[in-house]
């Protein structure tokens, strides 16, 4: 397979072009951090932007970050830390998860789109991306967005970018919002709670004016993997944890952690955790730590279920119960992670039946091959809105060179 | 009026009464208006300065309604533009003398309040102000405020990707909704997300904001509401040189301190807003900052101590800080009520809209002077400074001969301004027709044909809201064509493993 390694912006437009002449699709990479998500692809050349990989412009006091698609996320995070600014939306890393090196690009992390525990309070990676410049399917570079944090001018293409899996374009250079590192952070921790009554007190913690930051809910049999989690000592009290974050200026934490531990009471005694423990445990959350390829539920499926948030905690109990599954809680309920015990079609059809029936939508996020090429990984949408996405998707690669077939079954012949 | 509306098409105005009939068979009663008297209110919008009677008004107040409307428009080459409560300042639902009217201002309910899932999912004909009065009651509201909340529909903020002064810590439109059902052109209804955090799919919801009335028309929206902050307290700080207040904001979000909004007024814009309101505004400095904090009180306070010490730092000449909801809402009663203030000053005036970032503003400043004293026009500045979204507001009287052309021109070189300085043309009022013919100042032919592709997803007939946003034309058949590059069989000379 042929690996084109593009030094800039004329490249990757040349390298499209000649694609479309070929009719050959091509696979866009970056660290290949997450080429195990989505279906398997019909391409047989690799678009490798590794190389396109500075930092265009960096202006800390603009709240601002300008970068080529393949720099790095981690050197990215190291530069931004030393300004003591962050990416609010809190990327996820995939490579514990998928047990792929520990490595990922700016543009990888636009594409993909896995949010954090902080989505709630911050938004996604679509509301962080504030422009792009990006090689559409025509082979044309285009301007999406603007360099400002404020923009109405024209249609917000970034939005489209953001979570597209490189199926529309190819980003090339992004422009992203940074923003304040908090000063101090702290973890309220309840214990014992079952899956519903630790939803609703996640529900009354998010309607409090105390801006709760991240809220999650890991029961006690996910604690099984043991101490490789990155919960830490949670686990060894063999009991739920339900977690709830506040971040900001020290003296408003303390403030905070004090009266929301009032307010949830009644669903017990909040113990506290602070600052690097605290941060540990939301890294542990963020990336689905009991997860983990290495630890116990390693060989397991991985489903990410998104729903309206006060209906996670019955839908994941249901599905942990129908399925013999663990489940761990984000976003309040809104996020539930689903590891399921093997089977050749991930449990598909039982776990999209009961999504659909909460309003939510279900990605295999973590899967063998063979099992993706039984499953739709993306989930599948009502016939006039997959029609609308599909006009979408068209109107920036009529021909279908870019990461052909990696969001729809079936679609990559 | 400078900018040119497509042609109206004479087979379709010959038309007229056969339409007319066709929409009340749809929409019966009243909610078909074809007298001109009747239709008056329907000719402009907030851009004032333009006027065009539609051909027909229609109101539907079913999403069945709309949906047969857009289909009979489809079906007989109609153009549409949709209108919400009519605030857009940059004539987003101007009419064309051709084209349905399609007025929202029935759907007027909201349909379900979801505190549990911190929602509201509601018709968009409701103000934007009343969804958050509809959740005050629970210390819940909506947090995206434009000026015009009280007037202002939550389906034309979708429109337009409405912002507002809190849009600094909140987010804009954009940011704060979740989902809708939109009618297409052809009638067809989609749901797009929910109550759920995140879409599936294309972030289809992020196109549709913003998109100014071009892709559809949406029926219901779902929005996220917040809960109030325990408290805000406001500083208003002022200062012997524009370039000190700049400094301010840059220093404020340097130390980590993202306000809940940051305003800026200049000497013009503080004189006529202490004028009209007495907000006790001081009058011998070049700019005045307000500076709002929300929160716990126990942060609050601390902030309002760290921003004092960094105005001083600064070289502030005053600076008062509120010490009760009546005294906050005193200082922003000045800067709420600057464009009717400025209004008072002059006969006519317009209020361009560019961002530019933060560090650029004295620099923008210095460049509106002078354009100022090149035009022989007055100009009163105020910005969201916070965010660099500046609103300069051109003073001109439409009476004098050839005035209203001078002050296009100035606010268009303002516009080229802000492009120049690595900003944009509008932060949120959007493009619409007014600044339509200045797209090529920020895009390339290439970057608005992707945007025009994207638009032919969704109507590829170009039947909605046509002359808007876009400063020419092109037909989708021609935008799809891919141009395949002959006898380039091979990858080109890159360096491959």
């Not at chain 1, 990676?125 to 399917?137: E, F, I, M, T």
């Not at chain 2, 009243?30 to 300065?49: F, Q, R, W």
């Amino acid at each position: 397979m042929d690996t084109l390694k593009v030094r800039d912006a004329a490249d990757v437009e040349q390298v499209v072009r000649a694609a479309l002449a070929n009719e050959q699709p091509l696979e866009i990479i970056g660290h290949g951090s997450r080429r195990t998500i989505g279906q398997t692809m019909a391409t047989n050349a690799l678009l490798d932007l590794s190389t396109l990989n500075a930092v265009t412009d960096y202006e800390p006091n603009e709240l601002i970050i300008t970068l080529q698609a393949g720099a790095p996320l981690a050197d990215v995070l190291s530069l931004i830390d030393a300004k003591n600014q962050q990416f609010a939306f809190e990327p996820m890393n995939t490579a514990p998860l998928l047990g792929l090196p520990d490595t990922g690009t700016v543009g990888g992390m636009i594409g993909a789109g896995l949010a954090g525990p902080r989505r709630i309070k911050a938004g996604g990676a679509r509301d962080h991306l504030l422009g792009a410049q990006a090689v559409s399917g025509f082979g044309d570079s285009f301007k999406a967005g603007g360099k400002v944090v404020k923009n109405v001018t024209g249609y917000d293409l970034c939005k489209l970018l953001a979570g597209s899996w490189g199926t529309l374009a190819v980003m090339t250079e992004v422009t992203l919002k940074v923003m304040p590192k908090p000063e101090s952070e702290s973890t309220l921790v309840l214990r014992g709670l079952d899956d519903v009554t630790a939803n609703r007190a996640m529900t009354a913690a998010l309607g409090s004016p105390f801006d709760v930051s991240g809220a999650a809910h890991v029961p006690n049999s996910a604690f099984r993997s043991g101490d490789r989690n990155g919960l830490g000592g949670l686990g060894l009290s063999g009991q739920a944890a339900t977690l709830l974050r506040l971040e900001g200026f020290a003296a408003s934490v303390a403030h905070r952690a004090g009266t929301l531990g009032h307010l949830l009471a009644p669903f017990g005694t909040a113990e506290r955790i602070d600052d690097a423990a605290s941060e540990a445990i939301w890294a542990a959350v963020r990336d689905v730590g009991p997860f983990a390829a290495d630890g116990a539920l390693g060989a397991w499926p991985v489903w990410r279920i998104v729903c309206p948030p006060a209906s996670g905690g019955a839908l994941g109990a249901g599905l942990a119960r129908e399925t013999g599954g663990d489940v761990i809680y984000d976003w309040g309920g809104g996020l539930i992670w689903t590891a399921l015990p093997p089977t050749p079609d991930a449990q598909a059809a039982l776990i999209r039946e009961r999504v659909n029936a909460a309003g939510g939508h279900a990605t295999l996020l973590r899967a063998s091959e063979d099992v993706r090429r039984n499953v739709d990984v993306f989930h599948p949408q009502p016939g006039g809105l997959a029609a609308l996405g599909e006009r979408v998707r068209h109107s920036f690669d009529p021909k279908r060179i870019l990461n052909r077939g990696r969001l729809i079954r079936g679609s990559a012949a | 009026m400078t900018i040119m509306m497509p042609a109206p098409d004479q087979a379709v105005l010959g038309r007229r009464a056969e339409i007319v009939a066709a929409l009340r068979a749809i929409v019966p009663g009243e909610g078909v208006i074809d007298k001109p008297a009747e239709m008056l209110p329907y000719e402009s919008d907030g851009l004032t300065a333009y006027r065009q009677p539609p051909m027909v008004v229609v109101l539907p107040d079913t999403t069945e309604q709309v949906s047969k409307v857009l289909k009979y428009c489809f079906e007989q080459g109609v153009k549409v533009v949709p209108r919400g409560s009519g605030t857009s300042l940059s004539g987003g639902s101007l009419p064309l003398a051709d084209g349905v009217l399609l007025g929202l201002g029935k759907f007027k309910r909201i349909r379900e309040i979801d505190f549990d899932n911190r929602v509201v999912v509601t018709e968009p004909g409701v103000t934007n102000l009343a969804i958050s009065q509809a959740v005050a009651h629970a210390g819940f509201y909506y947090a995206p405020d434009p000026s015009s909340q009280i007037a202002c529909s939550i389906g034309g903020n979708i429109a337009e990707n409405s912002g507002g002064v809190h849009c600094l810590k909140y987010g804009m439109t954009t940011n704060n909704v979740l989902g809708c059902e939109i009618v297409l052109i052809t009638g067809e209804v989609v749901r797009i997300g929910g109550k759920s955090p995140e879409t599936s799919g294309y972030d289809l919801m992020g196109i549709i904001t913003g998109s100014e009335g071009l892709l559809g028309v949406v029926t219901e929206v779902t929005v996220r509401i917040l809960q109030k902050p325990e408290t805000a307290r406001a500083l208003m700080v002022g200062f012997a040189q524009v370039e000190a207040a700049g400094e301010c904001v840059a220093r404020i979000i340097g130390a980590g301190i993202i306000p809940g909004g940051m305003e800026m007024m200049d000497k013009p814009a503080i004189h006529a807003a202490e004028a009209f309101v007495h907000a006790g505004y001081p009058l011998d400095v070049e700019a005045l900052l307000i500076i709002e904090l929300d929160g716990p009180s126990v942060e609050v306070d601390e902030l309002i101590k760290r921003v004092e010490a960094i105005a001083l730092g600064c070289g502030s000449t005053t600076c008062q800080i509120s010490n009760s909801e009546a005294e906050r809402n005193l200082f922003w009663a000045g800067r709420k009520a600057a464009f009717p203030a400025v209004g008072r000053i002059s006969p006519d005036y317009l209020c361009m809209d560019g961002t530019i970032p933060r560090g650029a503003l004295p620099r923008a400043l210095a460049r509106i002077r002078e354009l100022s004293e090149k035009y022989g026009l007055g100009v009163a500045n105020v910005f969201h400074a916070g965010d660099g979204n500046l609103h300069p507001l051109i003073l001109y009287d439409a009476n004098k001969p050839g005035e209203m052309d001078k002050a296009e021109a100035f606010g268009a070189d303002i516009l080229r301004c802000c492009v120049e300085l690595g900003g944009v043309l509008t932060g949120e009022h959007g493009v619409g027709v007014e600044k339509r013919d200045l797209m090529p100042e920020m895009f390339s032919e290439i970057d608005l044909n992707q945007q025009q592709r994207l638009k032919c997803a969704f109507d590829a007939q170009g039947l909605l809201n046509p002359g808007k946003v876009f400063p020419v034309l092109h037909r989708c058949a021609e935008l799809g064509r891919v141009h395949v590059h002959g006898g380039q069989l091979a990858f080109p000379d890159i360096p491959r493993f």
